[in-house]
């Protein structure tokens, strides 16, 4: 069972997260949140602008769901994915991955599987706004094309 | 022949506008057209080596797919840019 999005950082929500992924076949759920700090690089931060190709982002976070149901021993596996999109301020939740597995390793598994994933191949760009400077886009990982 | 390019990340800066038209000849490739959004940023930011790095280091996207330097182009095509990411 999964969902994903791209959405306004006030559509995002952890009481749909938590009803998305409940069931009572699951016996551990965990919520990963991504939140934006006030600190980065030794800069102040006051604020993250989140820019995203919407399509290849769900299909992203689709076929990273479906090779951790493939790679991790998972029985019962629920996600619900969402990524802010545009201005978040300090301490907005930029993304909130819940996940629920019938036991406890299942879900570290499976919420560390698919963070780690997003950051490696999911196309988001951050641009970082500063208290006494200008704002200015991070720098990022090449995507590589797929052989 | 009319290429329109989706800008996102950094390569927002490259334009006012959410893309960039280019006239590229028949039969161009991805390549081609790398080649021609570098021009475009040698000719906004010849400061600035930043940005010339990125478009180099930039993935190409048709619809939801990557698509490599070979790729063949089609009139009227709209490909996007893609710089190096790092959502989360």
Redesign the interface.
């Known amino acids: 069972m999964f969902h994903c999005d791209v959405v306004d950082i006030k559509e995002i929500s952890l009481d749909k997260a938590q009803t998305f992924i409940e069931s009572q076949k699951c016996g551990a759920s965990l919520f990963f949140i991504?939140t934006v700090r006030d600190h980065n690089n030794e800069k102040e931060v006051t604020g993250i602008t989140?820019?995203?190709?919407d399509?290849?982002?769900k299909?992203s976070f689709e076929e990273i769901y479906n090779e951790a149901i493939k790679k991790l021993d998972l029985q019962h596996p629920a996600a619900f994915v969402e990524?802010a999109k545009g201005y978040v301020p300090l301490g907005g939740i930029?993304?909130i991955i819940a996940v629920a597995c019938k036991h406890r390793k299942q879900v570290y598994d499976f919420s560390r599987f698919i963070?780690e994933e997003?950051?490696k191949?999911?196309?988001?760009?951050?641009?970082e706004h500063y208290k006494n400077e200008e704002a200015k886009?991070?720098?990022?990982?090449?995507?590589?094309?797929?052989k | 022949m009319k290429i329109k390019v989706e800008l996102?990340?950094?390569c927002?800066?490259l334009s006012d506008k959410d893309y960039i038209n280019l006239e590229l000849d028949e039969n161009s490739k991805i390549k081609d057209l790398r080649n021609e959004m570098i021009k475009i940023v040698k000719n906004k930011f010849p400061e600035n080596s930043n940005y010339l790095e990125m478009v180099k280091?930039?993935?190409f996207?048709s619809?939801?797919e990557?698509?490599?330097d070979a790729y063949k182009l089609h009139r009227n095509d709209t490909i996007?840019i893609?710089?190096?990411?790092?959502?989360?």
Request: hydrophobic content about 35%; glycine content about 12%.
């Open positions: 991504g989140y820019d995203s190709h399509i290849m982002v299909k990524h930029s993304i963070i997003i950051k191949r999911t196309p988001i760009w951050k641009k886009w991070l720098d990022g990982q090449k995507l590589e094309v797929k | 996102f990340g950094v927002r800066e280091k930039s993935a996207s619809k939801d990557i698509v490599e996007s893609i710089p190096p990411i790092g959502g989360g």
